[in-house]
DNA sequence: AAAAAAC
């Protein structure tokens, strides 16, 4: 059986894998890092999950011993899709690069230009980034890309689909032709075929077999639910409560508006969460998937920037509180559970507009999914009059809400709009809730750096010592967030009556 | 019915 001392590595690289733990190479490992040695082009198909990114940071690492970089002068580049990705290329640099002097940059956006300037002016080694900040450093003069040896573009197939092919044929026309090109996809659809044509010569080509993503490791279930957002709110939280094994769970949204909601109505519900979307400043992206990956927050609520991709070892869950528009991205979407083997389950909820998309899926996952609850058709029906009343009750309350406080004085804290979660620090609490809801409110408008972001000094204002009215418009907002409350139960309230108190 | 990526 071949391990990874037959490979041609290095033995520095070798001595790292070895401490990291690994003997044997997956399939798309000992089939790319031979031939990306022996400095061919690699044309790469596979999924996430199969080592892929080993696969030529090792090869890359073992490369680079011969050489130095020069100021401004990178010697290797990798391209990303989205920023998280990236910087799990950079992580895994350090793991493998740690018996190296190598200057790895990450260029990425939404974070100061300063410290990757630094890096740059020292020379990088390995330049690790997402298409929009490099060619911003490109435009600055800042880069010679006439230095590069190797060149990597990683989930093609992903690029493409967020339209950012002409930025990745604009990079490749600044690197000379000489260079190696590792090229990696998923998928291997016409037009990526006519793109790895042009970027790479006489390709070793490494194929591995389709991880079967939907593996009978990963249990799914659709959830018949209600289709107002509330409803939808209140199926979830029973349905996770109802989980006897949940460790962690990712909660997928199909938009970054539903993410910030749902995000901050199960805060308030006191589960222990956090959000992850786009438009959310890179900082607070960076310490959601820090604290998610070490267990300090058991729900991560996310937009598709997660669901392809990231490494998140053992997620016990995932939960689609949307059906996903595409349906191959209910499947990029599953693969973040039952990693490695392991067991994992998957919940889809479902209501009634949703029906060709879950039929979408079934296609192309070719199998029918079970019903968790017997399906839409034993749904409890829902009370038209009560439903009316309701919806009118909390668009009042609504705009009460947003005339009191979130149009508040500017530069005034607004950390008193929050109730802190059991079991968090409220400090840390107060400090999430801001940073995903005011990254809403920049929807649409250019992005402001971090830096000078007057919102930025928000996450550190106190909270005033004493704020008697927090409990009352808590109670307003709990109406508004999840439906009519019944009387008497307290906050909590058994999940049948919620369903069954309609009918 | 969307998301992602530069400022």
Known sequence: MTT???LGLSPKVLSAVTDSGYTIPTPIQAGAIPPAL???????????????????????????EKGRARA?????????PTRELAAQVAENFEKYGKNHKLNVALLIGGVSFDEQDRKLERGADVLICTPGRLLDHCERGKLLMTGVEILVIDEADRMLDMGFIP???????LIPFTRQTLFFSATMPPEIQKLADRFLQNPERVEVSVRS?????????????????YEKRATLRDLIRAQEDLKNAIIF?????DVADLFRSLDRHGFSVGALHGDMDQRSRTTMLANFKENKLTLLVASDVAARGLDIPDVSHVFNFDVPI???DY???IGRTGRAGRSGAAFTLVSKRDGKFVDAIEKLIDRKVEWLNGGLDALPPQAEGEEREQRSRSGRERGGRDRDRSRGRKGEARVTETRPAPGIETSETEEKVEAVKAERKTEGRPQTPARSNPRAANHAAPRPANDDNRDRRNRYRRDDDDGPTPLGFGDEIPAFMLIAGKA
């Open 167 to 173: 930025d990745i044929e604009r990079i490749a026309k």
């Open 72 to 80: 401004r002068m990178p010697r290797t580049l990798i391209l990303e």
């Open 4 to 6: 990874f001392a037959d």
């Open 38 to 64: 022996a400095r061919r082009d690699i044309l790469g198909i596979a999924q996430t999950g199969t080592g892929k990114t080993a696969s030529f940071v090792l090869p890359m690492l073992t490369l680079l």
């Open 213 to 229: 993503s939907t593996a009978t490791t990963v249990t799914q279930r659709l959830v018949a639910t209600h289709s107002k957002d």
């Open 331 to 333: 499947v990029h979407r």
């Open 326 to 328: 595409h349906a191959e």
């Open 253 to 257: 949204c199909n938009r970054k508006v």
